[in-house]
């Protein structure tokens, strides 16, 4: 979905046209959340009088989404990168990591380290924002590991060879060579991860987040009229998800324009 793509002039480039959904995106999201309560207040009840609370919650939504999203992406990386590894151990571990984290519910997954976690390392206390984002950190690096571990088999290995043949160490042929292009050929599938990320971030409500699902729960069970707050909640979710997608689908753009330069 690349809306905003469109409505650029056709005599700009795409990278001109790229650039300026990117910033437009971010402009609008960042208006989005700061204003976000004054239509909601001009809803009636029961939207209007919880109006401030929840703006507040679809900022902690995002908040916890960005946080959790690039320490996902970090994960996914080291992950990728053990799999692949010459040395079985590593490679072991990575597998383990992944087979366990893709065939558990993420929502055990947030309850183990919030309540477990604590009682298996004492001295660990996190709070339940920072539970959350480690829970769902650690659930989407799993995810990002297999489509970066993908996208790396995908580069040819002829480009490897010939990056080394002119005299460049293997740190600097994966930096400088092997994932630039395998994190666009990853990118489709990490955006999903990402939107999906956003939308799982609403189990964080479990363990007293007070992010925008939570808020909703909490308006609904003080007015018991669940049909316009549901509606409200997943306006807002809706919104933030197409918001998050025009920025991914520009940035995609972008990376191939600079593929053919």
Request: contains cysteine; positive net charge; aromatic residues 8%.
């Amino acid at each position: 979905m690349n809306g905003l793509l469109s409505v650029w002039p056709q005599a700009w480039t795409r990278q001109q046209r790229s650039n300026a959904t990117i910033v437009l995106a971010v402009v609008v999201l960042v208006a989005f959340l700061w204003l976000l309560a004054i239509p909601l207040a001009l809803v009636p009840e029961p939207i209007g009088p919880a109006a401030q609370e929840f703006a507040e919650g679809a900022r902690v939504t995002v908040q916890l989404t960005l946080v959790s999203g690039l320490v996902g992406v970090v994960l996914g990386v080291l992950a990728a990168l053990a799999k692949l590894a010459p040395f079985p151990p590593l490679r072991w571990v990575a597998g383990l990591y992944i087979w366990v984290i893709r065939g558990t519910p993420l929502l055990v997954q947030v309850l183990f380290v919030f309540l477990a976690l604590p009682m298996l390392i004492p001295g660990i206390q996190l709070s339940d924002f920072n539970s959350a984002a480690a829970a769902l950190a650690v659930n989407v690096g799993a995810y990002n590991a297999e489509a970066l571990r993908a996208g790396i088999l995908a580069v040819p290995k002829g480009q490897t060879e010939a990056a080394r043949s002119l005299g460049l160490s293997p740190a600097q042929t994966f930096l400088h060579i092997v994932f630039p292009q395998s994190f666009k050929i990853a990118l489709p599938p990490l955006v999903n991860n990402l939107v999906a990320l956003l939308k799982d971030s609403s189990l964080a409500y479990v363990i007293g987040v007070v992010e925008l699902s939570n808020i909703g729960n909490r308006v609904q069970a003080a007015t018991f009229q669940p049909v316009p707050v549901f509606i409200a909640t997943a306006c807002i979710y809706l919104f933030l998800t197409t918001v998050l997608t025009q920025i991914s689908g520009a940035i995609e753009q972008r990376l191939d324009i600079e593929q053919r330069s």
